[in-house]
């Protein structure tokens, strides 16, 4: 029995040391979502270059999007810091800040910085009056099409209104040139919102109001879903889009198993990339088109969503000051310059002459950041998107009508913002 | 006639039973086996039609390597949840053999009061479910961390192993008890009452005399213990956050992103995550099969 | 049996060998449930510097049981769910006890292999059929399909979909819909029959083991067929065992969680997936509680009759 019990004591002994492990002072954790441009190793590599010149050690962690929120805002409510810099994303901007999840940094952010940011980008991580991230991803979706199909189809270019768009998909779908002309990544998730909230800014308006209400259930919000349900239905989209993600949509299209997409900026790159793409030359992107309706509203007849991604800083980091020299870093410009695959959020890097030449479309994207509605900027936002997506997917499934459905949307939306 | 038509049946339902075993066999190792393959798949090759593309044209074993590439983010992240995962599996598994069969002992052999429905609640805690106990666990941690770390600001149990480990013991060791009680009462009492006239007393006969016996037992319990914890993905979701502490479960879940299907790393790492608990299971088979008709459990 | 002088009397010694398991449980388990049934009656949520809570009686309760659509959808869900695993799994288990349990070659290998898909990790096994069914030509059940010339060349079919299946048969479209099931829904029942079957099949083939087989030897000179061989003697001879797996995977499939939330996030909420949606995501702990509260009486409820159903079966 006391051989056991000094086993068993042994055991305890070691467990405990092992497993209460100390930080070290100078060294940050971040937690980044693994997105689009910025692969995880080139994350890994700019935190090297920082690490060279700070002394600072950076251990990061790639998660999911999906996860992303949940992992971060359980670390938040615990204690103990578990990570010191976050990528937050825009619409998560008023439930931390309102939690007090996230460190405000105004004090941080110099006028300098703040006058070469376009006021579009800064804005998304504003709330209560305050920045709660520094811009460090700016994405948003764009259009795509494939032009040897509009011209099979008998059509010289691209369509400038969503009118027109139907048109040609009528056409080809005609002409059989392909089975199912759209694909979408409308699946039950946050891209569906993301999709929502570009076609209600198509259709000249946004999902809600300034003051944060939901008035999505007339008007652009409901033309919106009942042209998705109609390009359902017409058998224009593919019914594949209602289990599709972003990626899957984006597989649809460079199989050349749709002529036109909607999706963000990442997919411009395998869309040209031989090894994975069929589409290489026939893809082309272009500016989101809008209804005819509302031709003339926007400086470039375009609309778009965005889905902008800052840096922010946890508050119960124990290492504020090492956590926003990273950030600063990894949102600088220089940082920044050495990965145009992604857009810059910097003005001057945008506008620069290396820029221009190094991405030839960045005119394109420039318009379209130009043309972006956000997601409703409201506090409880994963509940709010969670319960939009819920009834737009059941009408989109024809198991309600598109007006049903946002009705009770908006209804149990006030419910939860206790409108 | 009458003979080679019964001979002739007798064929005939041979072929039927190697038919049926066949499709038993495939059905059984056709998925595992399409995902060690899959981990064999160079990338590309991955995403062609499978149609025609069912084995790799250039077999690889990069993307197994990749998973000890302690250079790369997902091999240094992979090589920690591993370590992760053995530290916690095995020390809940050590943990609650010793715990559980002590306290089996007593269910099996003692009198006293209330035991019967101590085995009885035993049964019932088995049955909880972990989700509705990870709110509670989340709102009490958070509270002890809290005082926790203004006594010493490096102690907490968040995101640590250890914290794994107690909630682990305290879900399993109720299984524990249950079914190697099940053992000791398959052990007769005479062998117990002739050592103890011997001289023994009751722990040494525990030790000398039921323990030896009971080895099929607590081998299978063992490996039981060690599937469930190696297993276990709910709590690890919501308690581990960083290296520190991330099981396997965790990473093989975190693999992939938006816009990235990361099916040659998922393969791999879901290949190497199953070799631990399936070789056990394979080398031990006989005390598992006798412990799952013991304690008819694990789901 | 006597007791020797100087040793602890069987009650000091049963309290000192229980009190570690029972102080870990205790403290782990029963004390957190406490705790639950407490934050149920509160509204409580993370707010700047801590948790705040305000008493609201059973609100939360009331909430769930007569306002909120989604809990009795999941309640709904999670039953389907739950019956139609649990159906498949006792006939293909059976089945193939009864094919194994036949005289073949290699009859040692095939039943070790059934051991495979019990010990692989739930998550390895979620992400393995999130492989298998992938929505595209690349995806490994469509290929076969394909092959099998089920489907045609240039169709992939999407696996986790949300398409009601039986939607045009008038009855059991409207039940389909009604609970909420999906081709997802089973598709994931598949996997998860997958990884449980053979657990089945194994169990049984244990019960069936003691079984002679001059029993059946007997039961042919007689005349019976194979139909009540198998419901005369095989049947009541397994009864406890198909008892005992009945409760315990009805308890299993009840709680489903980890296989639904990789595969399928938020999107199939039953009752483990909505539960963690309020407490973990949406971070309301008071309702969260109430959830897994009722969660959890809904299982305990299922081990009573366990416990009760042992008890008269005498199988322990």
């Known amino acids: 029995m006391k051989r056991l019990m000094v086993v068993f004591l042994i055991i305890g002994m070691m467990l405990v040391s092992g497993a209460f492990t100390a930080l070290a002072a100078e060294e940050i954790n971040v937690i980044y979502m693994a997105q689009a441009a910025y692969q995880p190793d080139e994350v890994r590599d700019m935190a090297d270059l920082f690490e060279e010149l700070s002394g600072i050690k950076v251990n990061l962690e790639f998660v999911k999007y999906d996860e992303q929120h949940e992992k971060v805002v359980l670390s938040a409510v615990a204690p103990v810091p578990t990570y010191d810099v976050f990528s937050l994303d825009l619409i998560w901007t008023a439930e931390f800040a309102s939690k007090g999840f996230c460190v405000a940094l105004d004090d941080y952010i110099t006028p300098e910085v703040r006058a070469d940011i376009a006021p579009a980008i800064m804005d998304a991580f504003v709330f209560d009056g305050k920045t709660w991230a520094m811009p460090f991803l700016a994405n948003f979706q764009l259009f795509f099409y494939n032009i040897d199909m509009i011209k099979q189809a008998g059509f010289t270019g691209p369509p400038k209104t969503l009118e027109e768009m139907v048109e040609q998909m009528k056409a080809m779908k005609k002409k059989g040139i392909v089975k199912y002309p759209w694909t979408d990544s409308w699946n039950q998730k946050e891209g569906l919102t993301c999709e929502y909230v570009w076609l209600t800014g198509a259709f000249g308006g946004d999902t809600f109001d300034e003051k944060g209400r939901p008035i999505f259930n007339t008007g652009p919000g409901l033309k919106a879903l009942e042209f998705m349900v109609m390009l359902l239905d017409e058998g224009l989209a593919n019914p594949k889009a209602l289990t599709n993600d972003e990626p899957a949509a984006r597989d649809d299209f460079i199989a050349g198993n749709a002529a036109f997409t909607s999706n963000w900026t990442f997919q411009y790159g395998s869309m040209n990339d031989p090894a994975v793409s069929k589409v290489v030359g026939a893809g082309k992107m272009g500016l989101l088109p809008v209804s005819k309706d509302v031709l003339g509203k926007y400086p470039y007849d375009s609309a778009s969503v965005s889905g902008f991604q800052g840096a922010a800083i946890l508050a119960n980091s124990k290492n504020k000051e090492a956590a926003w020299k990273y950030l600063r870093y990894i949102t600088s410009p220089i940082v920044q310059r050495a990965y145009l695959t992604e857009m810059p959020v910097w003005t001057s890097v945008q506008t620069s002459a290396y820029a221009m030449t190094m991405d030839p479309v960045i005119d394109i994207k420039a318009k379209e950041i130009a043309s972006v509605h956000h997601r409703p900027k409201v506090p409880p936002y994963p509940e709010v998107s969670s319960i939009l997506q819920r009834y737009i997917h059941l009408a989109l499934e024809g198991k309600m009508k598109p007006k049903a459905a946002l009705d009770k949307a908006k209804a149990e939306i006030e419910a939860v913002m206790g409108l | ?299 | 049996m006597r007791r020797r002088v100087g040793e602890l009397s069987s009650e000091r010694l049963a309290s000192i060998l229980l009190l570690p398991s029972i102080l870990i449980i205790v403290c782990v388990v029963i004390g957190p449930l406490v705790f639950a049934f407490y934050l149920s009656f509160y509204k409580a949520e993370p707010v700047i510097g801590g948790i705040s809570s305000e008493f609201i009686g059973f609100s939360n309760y009331l909430y769930y049981c007569f306002k909120d659509p989604l809990f009795w959808n999941a309640v709904r869900l999670t039953t389907y769910f739950t019956v139609v695993s649990l159906i498949i799994e006792l006939i293909l288990g059976i089945g193939m006890a009864l094919v194994l349990n036949k005289r073949f070659i290699g009859r040692p290998f095939v039943r070790s292999i059934m051991l495979l898909p019990w010990a692989l990790p739930t998550v390895v096994n979620a992400r393995m059929w999130e492989w298998i069914y992938a929505g595209s030509s690349f995806g490994a059940l469509n290929g076969l399909m394909k092959v099998l010339h089920i489907f045609p060349a240039d169709y992939d079919a999407v696996w986790l979909g949300f398409g009601v299946p039986f939607q045009n048969i008038p009855l059991v479209g409207s039940f389909m819909e009604w609970v909420g099931a999906s081709t997802a829904l089973h598709m994931i029942i598949l996997a998860d029959t997958w990884k449980v079957t053979p657990l089945v099949t194994l169990l049984v083939l244990a019960a069936l083991q003691p079984i002679p087989d001059n029993y059946y030897e007997a039961a042919g000179i007689d005349g019976a067929g194979a139909w009540s061989q198998f419901w005369h003697i095989t049947f009541p001879l397994l009864r406890p065992v198909l008892l005992v797996i009945l409760v315990l995977r009805t308890m299993e499939l009840f709680r489903v969680f980890d296989i639904i939330y990789i595969l399928m996030q938020y999107s199939i909420r039953v009752m483990g997936v909505y539960t963690f949606e309020v407490g973990m995501k949406f971070l309301h702990f008071g309702k969260g509680s109430a959830l897994s509260f009722l969660v959890a009486l809904f299982i305990l409820g299922i081990a009573l009759i366990y416990v009760k159903l042992l008890h008269s079966e005498e199988i322990y």
């Open chain 2, 1 to 299: 006639m009458g003979i080679r038509k019964s001979k002739v049946r007798k064929y005939v339902s041979r072929v039927i039973l190697y038919g049926l075993v066949i499709i038993i066999v495939i059905w059984t190792l056709a998925p595992f086996s399409w995902l060690f393959i899959s981990g064999l798949f160079p990338y590309k090759e991955l995403l062609s039609d499978r149609t025609t593309s069912w084995f790799p044209e250039n077999p690889t074993l990069k993307n197994f390597q990749a998973m000890f590439d302690m250079s790369s983010h997902i091999g240094q992240r992979f090589v920690y949840a591993l370590r992760n995962s053995l530290i916690v599996a095995g020390s809940v598994t050590v943990i609650c053999l010793i715990f559980g069969t002590l306290a089996a002992y007593a269910l099996a052999r003692l009198k006293f009061p209330f035991k019967n429905s101590i085995v009885m609640s035993l049964i019932a805690i088995r049955m909880l479910p972990t989700i509705a106990l990870v709110i509670p666990f989340f709102v009490i941690i958070r509270t002890l961390d809290y005082y926790l770390i203004q006594v010493n600001a490096n102690f907490n149990f968040y995101n640590t192993k250890i914290n794994l480990i107690i909630l682990y013991i305290a879900f399993i060791l109720g299984f524990v008890i249950w079914i190697m009680r099940g053992f000791f009462l398959t052990i007769p009492r005479e062998l117990e009452e002739a050592a103890r006239i011997d001289g023994c007393t009751r722990l040494q006969a525990l030790w000398k005399i039921i323990l030896p016996l009971s080895a099929p037992g607590l081998v299978a319990t063992g490996i039981f213990t060690f599937l469930l914890a190696w297993d276990e993905f709910v709590l690890a979701l919501v308690f581990t956050k960083t290296t520190n502490a991330i099981t396997l479960p965790v990473y093989i879940v975190s693999l992939g992103s938006q816009y990235i299907h990361a099916y040659d790393q998922i393969a791999a790492s879901g290949f190497i995550a199953a070799l631990p608990p399936v070789i056990l299971a394979l080398l031990f088979q006989k005390f598992l099969i006798k412990g799952l008709m013991a304690g008819g459990v694990k789901g």
